[in-house]
């Protein structure tokens, strides 16, 4: 059997898509493993599910550290001492600085709920309903220096229901976990 490749998923908050992640790799759809979970949000409920699947959690509070570059350093320690290869952000509200992309060059994948590069950063949803557009999305994109910026590995539409940010925030969700899926085995079988 091929030796699956090793990732850590960095999240921040509830975790839909570490859990559609995780699943995944338990049911042989992804040839790979979820070795560690990082968090810069302790308390988030992704740090649960991780851990009511048996996954190792690297959970860090970014204030505690003097610099961004201290911090990535600690981070960067972690993923060496779990033979992390990829690193897959799934809703990690923090910007990648250089220590961690020196680190694993073309090797960090982001998903963002919308179609890039319309409605870069925070609360992409609710900027999306604002502008008042009918189709938003779901973009998969290597990770660059910039906010939401690298090249797109993957997207998909998604219709905006009713002017509405929570039914079109559930729409959202359920793509996101397929694509995220689907586009890394892609990425996976090169
Ligand atoms: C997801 O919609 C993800 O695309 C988004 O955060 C959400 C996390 O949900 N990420 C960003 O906005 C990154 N700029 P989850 O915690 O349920 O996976």
Redesign the pocket.
Known sequence: MAKKVRMAVF?S??????AALEAACRAGDLSAEIALLVTDQPDAY?TERAQQAGIPVAAFRPREFDTKSAYEQAVLKALQEAQVEWLL?????RLIGPDLLQAYPEKII????SLLPSF???D?IGQAVAAGVKVTG?TVHLVDEGM?TGPILAQQAVDVIDGDVEKTATA??EV?HGLYVRTLQDVLKK
């Open positions: 999240a908050g509830s975790g839909s898509n570490f992704v952000l799934a809703g990690y509200m982001n998903i963002h709920p870069p950063g925070k992409a779901v939401d959202i969700h996101e």
